[in-house]
């Protein structure tokens, strides 16, 4: 019974209660005991313990220690190796229990805290196991096991804290889920409603409204027959459409490769190189010229003849003007009249005395066709049109264009971001099989193709996570998305690598031996166009010697990589330099103009900069590639110089997680029109909606942000000052519920968010419930311009629950109004908000300042005939503070405007302002460009001014204007109108000036030349005189100038051709969207067909980034 009573007692610590009950149940005293027998037993049970422990008899040690516990409770170590005998009894809590005791009764004791997180370690208790082991390994830097434990319980807790989060994502993912539901059940229901009260019911279902294209991966991956393609009538159009849309935006992009510098210096010493290896006055064949300087440089360099062929109408005109400007003129005064520029498409060129090109026998078979299918009609009025048909012969000049004979150079600039969109395989293979002669060499040589894995992603933004943005970082375009990294935030996870070294002249050559052989070549649309291609792939541009390594693989499916018309096709392993989540591929290529010379330009010099040189690594290619591979290591000794005007190209994988010092599979391919990067596993993720990048340049705008915030909280401090409760927000545009999340956490209680964009208010919402809003910020999908706060007629409950007290927005283009900001506001002011509630922003000024910026002379060429097409219907925006050196300001800036957003109903009237430039710089005025400055509150406002230093969120406004020539002390009267939707510029001259293009006075031969008047000019433009009208030094009137001082420049304003054709594409553009909005169905097959020339453009035969531009409007 003695030792019952003793078992049913806690020793481990024993109080003065539990004593008493000790010595009556063993008969004994404690007080009147030996103290040295007491440590005698103490002593005796500790070693028993310990040879108990040793000998593993672990019940048997934990009682001899409880034994010594018994007689010295302030001993640590005797409840350490309890605990230890304890754990390994798998008792688990009383080991816990004995380890914090002995923490507290030692607490600088290392091996103390070492026992407590073993304990807590046994329970699964990580983050404090982890706090005790750290706590231990403080105490005692070098204890031996202690770093690998720690180590294990920190994983155990971030794998935890992952889980938590992860799971807490997906319920609210859920609830937004959810709401998303109500949101579109709402919208149908709204929709029906209408139907009943017109009594008019649709020919499609209300879930056609909901329907979005899927986009997946593999699309890109299975080839397209053309013949079969078009058979669906909607592709056949919009194949014509996207061709129209490509025509008219070709030379547009044509003036950024006359602005790029670099570039053109790169082909005239890459044209002078190849001439001086061919015989004196070698005839040269250009595609794409390059904005009409590709061919005046190789008349320079020498060639005897040269041929230019352009690959759209617009571009031909653009051409043929700037030749015409140089004819007599320039560096070789004869060098225009050497040149040949043809109207005709590359495949519509052939040498005389040869075969017909393909478009030629193509124009003779429709024709015959038409006979034929006149003639089976039958009937009396057939037969005569079918004679009539049969008389019209077509010769061989009306179908094709013949080149004298075989050229000796070709010169191509068939390069976009992603290297192949604009046809550059194909267009040698043709030239090679058809237009040139034996021993021909191309510009350039080579080239050499370099990826990155990266990490482009949205995280913390002021404190809140906006990774809800994530999901929408993909683009439908023939796998690549033309993007300027300088300007957007990005990390790369591992080092440059090469994918592919293009060789130019070892596939021209190869294709000629064929042809000399006999055995002739076709058109690189599959396996075919690799002879010569020599490309290396896998090679090492890691500056650590850490290559990725490569190897051949079979397509998908089983079917080998010529079957799937891949000239390409390798996977390759490359290591990890960053921890990050990888989710994008950016690529670039570098242009070697000589077969042995050094590089000469790059697409991207920050990545270029980054490539080591050196050996090949251990991942090198080896035997005939590695041969290649050698040579282009040859050729990066020296570092390419940077090109402005292509951009980078970036692909999508599926988001993962990698880590430094790992490594990822990486399958790199390319056919005749696209490169393709594929993930291992591949991404697969179906997409259906797109958001405009310029979302996310507006949540990454740190200083934007910080200057909302800030008035944000002012704002609602005020509103809580003046006894404000139950503080009502409204945000109009919410977007991606940034603006909301900052009312709400600066005290709103409830917070209104109105988007009017479906995709955008699916990221707002679940971004305020990630954030843990739900519940104060609500969510609309409507127009702004149509909410209210009371019930509607229909029955419709109010929209707000009542008048808001405080409103923001941000709701600007870069002309400032251009999105209706007027109209929302007045709309707002007039029922959602209370009378004196607080806006942010409260007010806008815009202002104005006359600018030159234009081409003039391009390697002492005359290229000013092409500012022409730089003009647009409305101002475009443009980041002048990123290119100050090429454009000159003319004269001061003025404020243009000034809006009043508390008070926005004087504003709702159209207006006009008279603006006098005084010019202080000599130059040709040709365009205004225009910035606001956003007043948010009486502390702290936003300027978009090209002096200021700005985000990333707004571009300043340019509109062009007619030329005009100035120089100091001249004025223009300059008026500014605004019609309440956007800010538009004209002066006198403008009349005149855009009156002979509008009417067709200028023409491509004629290149639209002015000449200088007098008359309307000579009032337009005028200097301050000293007279009699001058009242103290200051001139009162303008005087006219003299008519030489107000000479315009021979430049028209626009193309006349390009504005015809952009009026009719705009008639057309108007049907298309009008029949997309009215009817689903027809918004179905138009998606889907736009789809479809976004991820194979060039089974097309579209212009890859036109067809991808249309596809992201239609899916956005």
Known sequence: MAAAAVQGLDAAAPGALELAQVEAALGVSLQVTDKGVIQHIVDRSRT???????????????????????????????????????????????????????????????????????????LSQWGEAAAALARCLELEPGAADVPAKLGAAR??????????????????????????????????LAQLNQFKQSMVGPDWELEDLEWRPTYLPAMRLKPLRPETALADPKRHLLTGYVSALADLSHPKQSLRTLEDLPRLQAYQRGITAALQSQPPGASALVLGSGGGLLPLLAAEAGAGEVTAVERSRMLYRMAKQVLEGNRGSGPDPGAADRVRLLDRRLQAVAVRGEALPPDAVLAREQAAAMVAAAAAAGGAAQAAAAEQLS???????????????????????????????????????????????????????????????????????????????????????????????????????????RVACLDLQARLDARLAARQAGSGGTDSSGSGGTAGSNQAEGDSDGASGSAPSSSGSEGSG?????????????????????????????????????????PAVTSWADGSAAIGRGGSGPGSSEGADAQSTTQCE???????????????????????????????????????????????????????ALVPRWHFDMVLDSQRNAAYDGAIRRAVARLRNESCTGLLALDLGAGSGLLSMMAARAGADEVVAVE????????????????????????????????????????????????????????????CIGEGVLHILAAAQARLLRPGAAMVPAAARVFCQPIQLRTSRVLGWDCSQANRWRWRPDYEGLELGKCRDRWVALAPPQEVFAFDFRDVFPHMAPAEVALDLAFEAEGVFNAVAMWFELQLDEEASLSTSPYADKGLTWQQAVQWMPEVAVRPG???????????????????????????????????????????????????????????DCDGGKC?????????????????????????????????????????????????????????????????????????????????
């Open 48 to 122: 028993a313990g310990n040879e108990a422990f040793r000998q593993r008899r672990y019940k048997e040690a934990a009682q001899m220690y409880s034994q010594a516990i018994a007689g010295d409770a302030s001993d640590a170590a005797l409840f350490a190796n309890r605990s230890a005998a304890h754990l390994a009894l798998g008792l688990y809590e009383a080991a816990l229990w004995d380890t914090q005791k002995a923490a507290a009764l030692r607490p600088e004791w290392a091996k103390a805290h070492y026992r407590l997180g073993c304990a807590l370690l046994a």
């Open 155 to 188: 994983a155990r807790v971030d794998a935890e804290t992952a889980a938590r989060a992860a799971q807490a994502a997906c319920e609210r993912r859920g609830i937004a889920a959810k709401l998303r539901a109500a949101r579109r059940a709402d919208q149908q």
């Open 391 to 497: 008389s019209l012969q077509l010769g061989d000049d009306d179908v094709a264009a013949w080149l004298p004979g075989r050229a000796s150079l070709l010169v191509t600039d068939l390069l976009d971001h992603a290297v192949l969109g604009q046809g550059l395989l194909p267009a040698l293979d043709y030239a090679a099989d058809h237009l040139l002669a034996q021993g021909a060499s191309v510009v350039p040589a080579q080239v050499a193709v370099h990826a990155c894995l990266l990490e482009l992603r949205v995280g913390q933004v002021s404190g809140f996570d906006l990774s809800a943005l994530n999901a929408y970082w993909w683009h439908p375009g023939a796998g690549s998305e033309r993007l300027e990294l300088g300007r957007l935030a990005h990390r790369r996870l591992s080092a440059p690598f």
């Open 558 to 598: 089983g079917s080998t990589a010529a079957d799937a018309g891949w000239e390409l096709d390798v996977t390759l392993e490359v290591p990890v330099v960053a921890d990050g989540h990888w989710n994008a591929v950016v690529f670039w290529f570098e242009l070697h103009m000589e077969p042995c010379g050094g």
């Open 634 to 688: 040859a050729q990066h000794a020296a570092r390419p110089a940077g090109a402005c005007s292509w951009d980078q190209a970036v692909q999508y994988v599926d988001s993962r997680a990698v880590l430094r010092g790992s490594s990822v599979q990486l399958r790199a391919r390319h056919d005749a029109g696209q490169f393709v990067f594929t993930s291992s596993p591949p991404q697969c993720r179906p997409r259906h």
């Open 756 to 815: 009017h964009s479906q995709h955008m208010c699916d990221v707002g919402e679940e971004a305020t419930i990630a954030n843990g809003f739900l519940g104060r910020i609500m969510l609309l999908d409507k127009d702004a311009r149509r909410l209210d706060v009371v019930r509607k007629p229909d029955g419709t409950p109010p929209d707000l629950p009542r008048q808001a007290d405080l409103l923001v927005q941000e709701v600007f283009d870069s002309g």
């Open 970 to 1028: 001249q004025h223009l009267q300059l008026t500014a109108r605004h019609d309440t939707y956007s800010i538009s510029y004209s002066h006198a001259l403008g009349e005149e000036a855009a009156g002979p293009a509008a009417a067709g006075g200028s023409t491509g031969s004629s290149c639209g030349r002015e000449s200088s008047s007098a008359g309307a000019d000579a009032t337009a433009v005028i200097d301050r005189r000293s007279s009699k």
């Open 1036 to 1116: 009162n009137s303008l005087v006219p100038a003299a008519a030489s001082q107000s000479a315009r420049t021979a430049v028209p304003l626009m193309d006349p051709a390009w504005k015809a054709a952009f009026d009719r594409l705009s008639g057309l553009n108007e049907q298309l969207v009008k029949a997309c909005v009215q009817d689903p169905l027809e918004y179905r097959a138009v998606a889907r067909a736009a789809l479809a020339l976004a991820v194979r453009p060039h089974d097309f035969g579209v212009d890859a980034q036109q067809a991808a531009e249309l596809c992201v409007k239609l899916m956005g």
